[in-house]
């Protein structure tokens, strides 16, 4: 099977903090693919890192994605958007001043055909482009259950749903790989059930490979082929959901060494 990214020993440090050390793996295309590990394991680091918001120190990331093989380390944000690669963040970021609709509008900009003149004089591309992102936004928001809260504004909605709003605005840039960082946060069990639903189903639609960064273990072990887990920056384990849940270097991670001792007595 193809492989869709590839980070191979990749490093990142800020000053004397090694934040990623020495990290590799590899994701299959069309899978959904699971990092995790405690708070400040490296995560989100490793996100940053993929998606150019952070340049790795050492190491390579490669994307396959539309065909092509791209080298994401040393590109910009916006070049790595436009490979292939949308994210959402642990952190809501939402326009406030914008509704619900023009949040996931202003991730189209990217596939806009028209030029700044034809937008201004209004010519018949710059009007069909308009018309086609915003059955593309739509079409998003309906499939995120958000479709009769188009006109609202952004940060009126519930916080389940401003989540379901920023994977639609990722969805909008028309992305072969998408990141998602903590997609279940603050969302009760049956919410986070629909989640997993709804990450599927958009897998199978779009043809998505998807990485998701997640603390809640119903969704990671319901939803996600294989896990890959970092401790301090470092791999520790990697391997199926039930592999990993009795793996005790992740055990031990999770609830420390005392507790993996009794952990791994009751499940051996």
Do not use: W
Request: hydrophobic letters at 45%; aromatic letters at 4%.
């Amino acid at each position: 099977m193809t492989a869709a990214l590839v980070l191979s020993h990749v490093d990142k440090r800020f000053g004397g903090l090694r934040a990623v050390g020495d990290v590799s793996f590899s994701v299959d295309e069309g899978s959904i693919f699971g990092l995790i590990g405690p708070n400040g394991a490296g995560k989100t680091t490793v996100f940053n890192l993929v998606t150019g918001v952070y340049r790795a120190d050492v190491g390579a990331i490669r994307l396959h994605a539309k065909g092509k093989d791209v080298e994401l380390v040393g590109l910009a944000p916006a070049a790595i958007a436009a490979a292939g690669v949308a994210r959402t963040f642990q952190n809501i970021r939402l326009f406030a001043s914008m509704t619900v609709l023009d949040n996931v509008l202003v991730a189209g900009e990217l596939r806009r055909r028209a030029n700044l003149v034809s937008e201004i004089v209004g010519t018949k591309t710059a009007r069909d482009d308009e018309q086609a992102l915003e059955a593309r936004a739509r079409k998003l928001l309906g499939e995120m259950g958000l479709e009769n809260l188009a006109d609202a504004p952004a940060t009126s909605l519930p916080y389940g749903s401003q989540r379901r709003l920023e994977i639609a605005r990722a969805l909008m840039l028309e992305p072969k790989l998408l990141l998602l960082d903590e997609p279940a946060a603050g969302l009760n069990y049956g919410e986070a059930e629909s989640l997993k639903e709804q990450i599927r189903t958009l897998r199978d639609e779009y043809e998505l490979t998807v990485i998701l960064v997640e603390h809640n273990m119903q969704v990671v072990m319901g939803v996600c082929e294989r896990i890959h887990v970092l401790d301090h920056g470092e791999t520790i384990a990697e391997g199926t959901p039930e592999e990993v849940r009795r793996d005790r270097k992740v055990i031990a991670a999770y609830l420390g060494e005392e507790e993996a001792e009794v952990s791994a007595e009751v499940v051996s």
